[in-house]
């Protein structure tokens, strides 16, 4: 699981990258942590190259949900493939965030 990071105006992007599966989301937590270190962003998760997303993968979505909410910000979901953009209509997470 590789994980990058770049700005664009007032939005942190976040390119998710592999697949987010039990063993790698305890990595990607940690890798994550300049999301929960900011709190005057926007987060846009950019899931292009994202194959897989786990239940502990979906956790670290909602975490990071929260932590968008909780700073007066907005969460985005964008470029997913059909795999992964069905885990998350399934599991609700399209309510939370944005799609672009």
């Known amino acids: 699981m590789e994980i990058r990071f770049s700005?664009?105006?007032?939005?942190?992007?976040v390119a998710l990258i592999?697949?987010?599966?039990?063993v790698s989301a305890i990595e990607a937590?940690?890798?994550?942590?300049p999301?929960?270190?900011q709190d005057d962003h926007d987060v846009v998760l950019?899931?292009?190259?994202?194959?897989?997303?786990?239940?502990?993968g979906l956790r670290l979505l909602i975490m990071i949900y929260k932590h968008?909410?909780?700073?007066?910000h907005q969460g985005y979901v964008t470029k997913m493939?059909?795999?992964v953009k069905?885990?998350?209509?399934?599991?609700g997470f399209l309510k939370l965030y944005q799609e672009e």
């Open 7 to 13: 700005e664009q105006d007032t939005r942190l992007i």
């Open 46 to 56: 950019e899931c292009s190259h994202l194959n897989y997303i786990s239940s502990r």
């Open 81 to 83: 493939n059909e795999t």
């Open 29 to 33: 937590e940690k890798k994550l942590q």
């Open 86 to 91: 069905e885990v998350l209509f399934t599991g």
């Open 35 to 37: 999301v929960f270190e």
């Open 68 to 72: 968008v909410r909780n700073s007066g």
């Open 18 to 22: 592999g697949d987010l599966d039990n």
